[in-house]
């Protein structure tokens, strides 16, 4: 930590060389130290990092490290905190990694969950369903209908889940007699 706080610059002494160079051994160090702050329960030191990071303009993938931050902040029951990083990661994340917003989706509609708020969850759900359909989301997704007693809903993504992913459909079928 203490190195850390140092921040000695780093000079190659040719000229164009010391900005990128620096920049990645700088982006590298940064990202290495935050990770073992994480790996070391040191969560306070571990945000610190990340949003030392963030806040740098030279970095301009930085943003996608929201996900670590929510990460940090749903560990530490901060879960209002958690949201608003997993929300600002989805905005660094194009509309091309469908996988990767699903997984933040899934991760705010789990606390959503967490908080009882139901009809939130439910948004989160609905939207990975039409993007990224998948059985957990399909079943989480069911749950909170139920749990919000919407019965016609809760029919219609039973039905919807059967028919997506039906079983024995790309595995062997368990239960077959």
Known sequence: KQWYQ????????????????????SYSVKLNLAILF??????DEAMDAYYDIIKNKAFPNAGKLRVNLG??????????E???E????????????L??????LMNIGSIFVKLE????????????????????????LLLCLHALVD?????????????TFPIGHGRQDIYAV
């Open 151 to 163: 019965t016609d809903k809760t029919k219609r993504s039973f039905q919807r889940l059967l028919e």
């Open 99 to 104: 996988l990767i917003r699903s997984k933040i």
């Open 82 to 84: 958690a949201i608003k």
């Open 117 to 140: 708020q139901y009809s939130e969850a439910v948004s989160s759900y609905e939207h990975i369903m039409k993007k990224c359909p998948n059985y957990r989301t399909a079943f989480n």
């Open 86 to 97: 997993y929300r600002r990661a989805l905005d660094h994340i194009s509309a091309d990694y």
């Open 6 to 25: 140092r921040r000695v610059p780093i000079t190659t002494g040719i000229p164009g060389i010391e900005t990128t160079s620096c920049l990645d051994v």
């Open 38 to 43: 994480e790996a070391n329960d040191m969560p």
């Open 71 to 80: 990460n940090l902040y749903f560990k530490q029951n901060r879960l209002a």
